[in-house]
């Protein structure tokens, strides 16, 4: 009786270390995973869901350390249930430091921009959108476009082989094929403006076209800016793309 009284409680120390390894993975796997809904939803900032996600990586690597640790000392006693436990902790944590990690190291790779346009010398302007966003839509000048440039060189004024009035009915129809939100409409002037959620935070970008006459033929443009941050980790250049990808297949 004693025996199994002892055996038990040996068991029962046996899986402090594992179990302490998988609900520390656990909070940092949930930390990371709530960080953009939640800020999405309002319950935070979208800076509190940053550092969610920072805090989500240290956490992460700590815990995949702990798990590493437990997995070998059950193996060493060979306690197949904490070696189990360990293995699940040790995935968790290297799941909630490596997507951040990944996110990093992408985000390294843009350019520390926002505002994307197919026209650096005359980019088109927003109208009802600036209104909206009161302190209005500046362009960075030719930092943002050098930058751009060396970054996106094959974003570039879409020729379109139709006529304007044409291009336009495409245009508008193109963007709400894509879910975006189609704040006003101008075809006298040519121009459309929208707006685009991301999908984790939920950041609202905006975006305008712009088509110009030019002969039986006719020339469009598009800008797509963020509403907060300084780098926009190349969604607005992948935006852009999308656009003009499905507005031309085969279009580069």
């Given amino acids: 009786m004693e025996q199994e009284q002892n055996k038990t409680s040996v068991r029962s120390t046996a899986m402090v270390l594992p179990l302490f ?13 709530s960080s953009g809904p939640g800020a999405r939803l ?24 702990v798990a590493l ?6 193996a060493r006693k060979r306690h197949y249930r904490g070696i189990f436990v360990s293995l699940i ?17 992408q985000a390294q790779s843009y350019p520390r921009i ?18 909206l966003r009161r302190a209005g839509v500046r362009y960075g000048g030719i930092d943002v476009a050098t930058q ?16 304007a009035n044409e291009a336009y009915k495409i245009a508008l129809l193109t963007a709400r094929d894509l879910g975006w939100d189609i704040v006003a409409e101008r075809p006298a002037e040519g121009t459309i403006e929208a707006t685009d959620m991301t999908r984790w935070f939920g ?30 980790v190349g969604t607005n250049a992948k935006r852009v793309r999308a656009f003009m990808a499905k507005i031309a297949p085969g279009h580069k």
């Fill in 21 to 33: 390894a998988v609900a520390c993975a656990a909070f940092a796997f949930l930390l990371l995973f």
């Fill in 42 to 65: 309002n319950a935070w900032t979208f800076r509190t869901g940053f550092a969610m996600i920072q805090s989500a990586g240290y956490i992460g690597l700590g815990c995949a350390v």
């Fill in 69 to 74: 640790a437990s997995s070998v000392i059950s």
């Fill in 89 to 105: 902790a040790l995935i968790l944590a290297l799941i909630s430091f490596g997507i951040p990690l990944y996110w990093k190291v």
């Fill in 114 to 131: 926002h505002d994307i346009s197919t026209d650096l010398n005359n980019p088109p302007r927003f109208v009802a959108i600036s209104t």
């Fill in 148 to 163: 751009q440039m060396k970054a996106y060189p094959e974003l570039k004024t879409m020729v379109m082989a139709v006529p």
């Fill in 203 to 232: 950041f609202k970008d905006d975006i305008v076209i712009r088509i110009v006459p030019a002969g039986d033929r006719s020339l469009l443009d598009i800008r797509s800016v963020s509403r907060v941050g300084i780098s926009d």
